[in-house]
């Protein structure tokens, strides 16, 4: 990956870029410290950037797996014009293992793998380009809709919990949690919002405040660990999360954390929100047991900030989602509708519709 300066100043809804006939991203591992787009030129440095965080959130990945399929295309048709297709096959792959749990990686993949499979032996990348921009787009549209939705759940103004990063960065623009708090915040109806941290790559810390303080929307941070500590205050009328998969029967994954922040909240009467896209719902995937569970490097938790913190021999388990039960959560929130208490049925309904 090489870093090449882009004469624009970082933004949130900018966190992927197609300019110039290049993609770019904003890398999101040095973010706030410094706001640097790095440019990506192949399909395998697009998955890399994927599997390393340079971009993260579920609809960002596959967003970016997408225009990764642009680059894939372009190469292959310039090594093989006869046979482009197979030429690109190692690119598809290699997005295809960039990360396991975010099943918009997937679904993004097979709505440009469609797409090829409808192409003749032209040049591939401006049909596929126009793809992937209509997915870029579509997600914004859909958290733009989502947002309003999710904001009409919220009865009377309050503080709310949020988790990770669910925001612009994450998407395509305006974000799932952070976009249903988007809208409810310009309805009045948000006090403050609360950002856990997010051990231990720090979404909450250094996206979510960076994204909430820049539109002037009074955030919190608090430790993970302080989460059930601030509902027991009182004043917290939400948890709003967003999801990398949601099972057909309505157990959501999110990440690490989510699920003691929605045990937490029933304990405290709090009502727990997913807003999410519809591409986030799997319904291949009956239960969340069945949903890749993704764990990382132990050295990102004995480390800290790139000193050890642990003593050298200790070792460490990182699995980066956690799975909360559908009885947990009040209500999914997405583009084509709410499902309150979500079960199989209410899901199943919601994907017919
Ligand atoms: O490991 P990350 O940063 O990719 O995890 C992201 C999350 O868990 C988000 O909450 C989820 O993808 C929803 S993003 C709109």
Known sequence: MEAKPLDLPARADHAILWRNDRLYLLDQRVLPAAEAYLELQSAAATAAAITDM?????????????YGVVLAARQGYADAPSDWKTAMTPGLDRLARSRPTAVNLFWALERMQAKIDALGADDPAPALLAEAQAIHQQDLAANRAMGDLGARLIEARTAVITHCNAGALATGGYGTALGVIRSAWRDGLVERVYADETRPWLQGARLTAWELHKDGIPVSLLADAAAASRMAAGGVGWVIVGADRIA???????KIGTYSLAVAARHHGVRFMVAAPTATIDPQTPAGADIPIETRDPGELLCCGGQRVAAAGVDAWNPVFDITPAALVDAIVTEKGVVMQPDAEKIAALLAG
Do not use: E, K, Q, S
């Open 54 to 66: 340079v971009v993260r959130g579920a609809p960002a990945i596959g967003i970016t797996a997408a």
């Open 248 to 254: 057909a029967n309505g157990d959501v994954a999110n």
